[in-house]
């Protein structure tokens, strides 16, 4: 019996940091975890991973033996994943942790919105799973950049259909009340309409209200927990709501 968080995000969001910093923060609480890296591109990772795609399938590999360039490549190996999927669900099985964290490849339409993304997310889920999906600071900081990943995390949640948590990555590069003032727009949706009708006009204002107006209907606005790796900030917090996904509010230790 274990729990699975996959850790999804756009390029660069923080994915691979905060699975490393979250699984150190579990692990201090003497909580079995197991780390696993699902990026067959992944050149460095801030941690070892106790299941590495890598071993199975590597990048350089596959564009030699198809004489493909790295984008070409990457897809080949995602689409290869399938392949190996029960082996490396023997190894986390095997491992015999309560908590596994997936850390997903860095470029998102490849893991999401290929076919192979919620076949792995659906054979590697434990009793119980939840995406952990990661919003990129700077995008989130505009009316309209909220709204974007606002519509990405909807599109994440439509092709996975997991619970779903939204955390504010790397909190510490933006200042509390720019946290407050994104918390506010996911809270209370209208904040953020007036601020589309303050700062857009024209066809990015009739885009953005029509948008807003979707999200708002499928109950899409997430509020945020803001997290930082480096500063170790929202991890708590995570923990918590992850806790409730899990167990309904108990330790699952
Ligand atoms: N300031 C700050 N920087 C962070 C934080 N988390 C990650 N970073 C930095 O952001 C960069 C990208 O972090 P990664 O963890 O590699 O992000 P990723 O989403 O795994 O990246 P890809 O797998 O390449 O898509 C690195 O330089 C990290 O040091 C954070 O909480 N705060
Ligand atoms: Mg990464």
């Known amino acids: 019996m274990y729990y ?33 890296n699902l990026d067959p591109g992944a050149r460095y990772i801030p941690y070892t991973p106790d299941v590495d795609i890598r071993e199975y399938v590597v990048l350089e590999d596959v564009m030699d033996a198809f004489n493909l360039g790295p984008n070409g490549g990457l897809v080949a190996c995602v689409d290869m994943m399938v392949n190996f999927i ?5 190894e986390i099985d095997d491992l015999g942790a309560t908590h596994v964290l997936v ?37 989130t900081r505009t009316p309209q950049g909220f709204v974007s990943i606002m519509l990405l995390g909807a599109s994440i949640q439509y092709r996975f259909f997991l619970p779903q948590l939204t955390v504010l990555s790397k909190s510490d590069m933006l200042t509390g ?14 904040t953020l309409i007036e601020a589309i009708e303050n700062e857009t006009q024209g066809m990015k204002r009739e885009m953005s209200l029509g948008i807003c107006d979707a999200l708002a209907k499928i109950h899409m ?19 918590a709501a992850l806790e409730r996904i899990y167990t309904g509010g108990e330790l699952a230790t």
């Open 86 to 90: 029960e082996e490396i669900k023997k």
């Open 177 to 190: 009340r720019e946290i407050q003032k994104i918390i506010g727009w996911a809270l209370d949706p209208q």
């Open 103 to 139: 850390d997903t490849p860095g470029q998102l339409e490849l893991f999401a919105f290929r076919e192979s993304g919620p076949i792995v997310t659906s054979s590697l889920g434990g009793t119980q799973s939840a995406v952990c999906f990661l919003m990129d600071p700077f995008l």
């Open 4 to 36: 699975t968080t996959f850790f999804v995000g756009t390029a660069g969001s923080g994915k691979s940091t905060l699975a490393n910093i979250y699984s150190k923060w579990l692990g201090e609480q003497n909580i079995d975890v197991v780390t696993v």
């Open 221 to 239: 606005f997430d509020v945020p927990i803001p997290v930082s790796s480096t500063k170790l900030e929202g991890l708590d917090n995570l923990q």
